[in-house]
């Protein structure tokens, strides 16, 4: 089945620049993108659909979240917001919720989530493990993540569990854990952060992932300047995600890498951290990514609209750019060139906005402008 998606008052495909084009058209074939072009020269196809002068942009990517999890942290966000700084404490309290939970309980949160994203314009989504921290619950939670996400992450570094030592934590994740949780992810990740683990724990949880053939992203820099960022790109890691305290060093690193900044501007707001050097990443040449960290702790949001917003307001980027960070270069921190843009042959996921233009984003901030949305070539809203 065949659908063109004509009068387009401004489309932005991503495939040559950051550019947008007016009186445009698209053809999705199936679960692809067909054909793209002028309004006046679309091919005929099964089913039609008027735009009626809206913006099309490619669907959101979120390539950072959290949502294999139990339990509410709600008056942790209250505390913070009296005073209490963030320092990551937290994640215990979810650990034991998620443990605590069944296994359809964590995949009815996980659908929750997925469904709520979806129905913003989010298309497609990277999960995280790192709420069980023991092997049976990491590979629970790897499992449900594969079978309700598009990509999946291990995270069993994500903090040491009460009882146990971080060395003998971090041997566990690099042995019998990583085996186990293993077939069921693409990726593999670390908490490289003060309070978390140092930068030879993190090398060597990295080291055994990359050595199983699983890809690699960071935590790094969130709380203060650190190792992160120089690990991540010394091993070649396909993102390294918050990068809110970095060094002019950490910057060119970025810049003269593959490794794709991903920024978490919810994160930062929801815990008053500093907002990341945005601006200066970008002016530097480093690719920057934007994702929402969903969680129950730090970032409770699904909006990647929001995230837009807030980029394009307060980390300085035009709304081209914003757009960009949260479609293609999410999808370049994800590894994927099928998502995040819409030339002929990428995945039909399509995000139709109920306004004229993609500045109405940041122009009217909060305000719901999903009109319709196409995941995988099916009209999902």
């Known amino acids: 089945m065949s659908t063109l998606i004509t009068n387009i008052g401004e489309l932005t495909t991503n495939d040559a620049d950051l550019g947008r084009r007016a009186d445009a058209a698209l053809v999705l074939d199936g679960d692809r993108v067909a054909w793209v072009g002028d309004a006046a020269s679309a091919p005929a196809a099964d089913e039609r659909f008027d735009a009626a002068g ?19 942290r709600t008056a942790e966000f209250e505390a913070r917001m009296a005073g209490k700084p963030y320092t990551a404490g937290g994640i215990a309290r979810t ?35 790192g709420y069980g921290l023991t092997t049976a619950d990491e590979l629970r939670s790897a499992r449900i993540a594969a079978e309700h996400a598009d990509e999946a992450t291990f995270l069993g570094a994500h903090l040491v569990p009460p009882g146990s030592t971080a060395d003998d934590y971090v041997a566990l994740v690099c042995g019998g854990m990583l085996d186990a949780v293993a077939p069921h992810v693409r990726w593999a990740d670390v908490f490289c952060e003060r309070g978390a683990f140092d930068a030879d724990q993190s090398r060597a949880v990295l080291e055994a992932a990359a050595a199983r053939g699983l890809g690699l992203r960071v935590h790094g820099n969130q709380l203060g300047e650190g190792p992160g960022v120089r690990l991540a790109v010394e091993l070649g890691a ?6 809110t305290h970095l060094s002019r060093a950490d910057v060119d690193a970025l810049a003269g890498s593959a490794t794709v900044a991903t920024l978490l501007p919810a994160c930062d707001l929801s815990t008053r951290q500093p907002l990341p050097p945005a601006r200066e990443l970008l002016d ?6 934007l994702a929402s960290n969903c969680n129950p702790g730090s970032s409770y949001t ?20 914003a757009v960009h960070a949260a479609t293609k270069a999410g999808a370049l921190a994800l590894g994927r060139d099928d998502v995040g843009h819409l030339a002929v042959g990428a995945r039909a996921d399509v995000h139709v906005l109920d306004a004229p233009g993609a500045t109405h ?6 305000v719901p402008l999903t009109h319709a949305v196409w995941r995988k070539g099916r009209r999902v809203r």
């Open 284 to 289: 530097a040449g480093a690719t920057v990514a």
């Open 238 to 243: 396909a993102s390294v995600d918050h990068c």
């Open 95 to 129: 650990v034991d919720a998620t443990r605590a939970a069944t296994d359809e309980e964590l995949a009815a949160t996980i659908r929750r989530h997925v469904a709520e994203a979806v129905a913003q314009g989010t298309t497609c989504v990277e999960t995280k493990t």
């Open 361 to 366: 984003l940041a122009y009217r901030p909060g």
């Open 302 to 321: 699904t909006s990647m609209a929001y995230c837009v917003a807030t980029a394009v307001l307060q980390l300085r980027l035009t709304v081209e750019e």
């Open 54 to 72: 809206r913006a099309v942009l490619p669907g959101w990517v979120d390539s950072h979240t959290h949502l294999v999890f139990a339990g509410d």
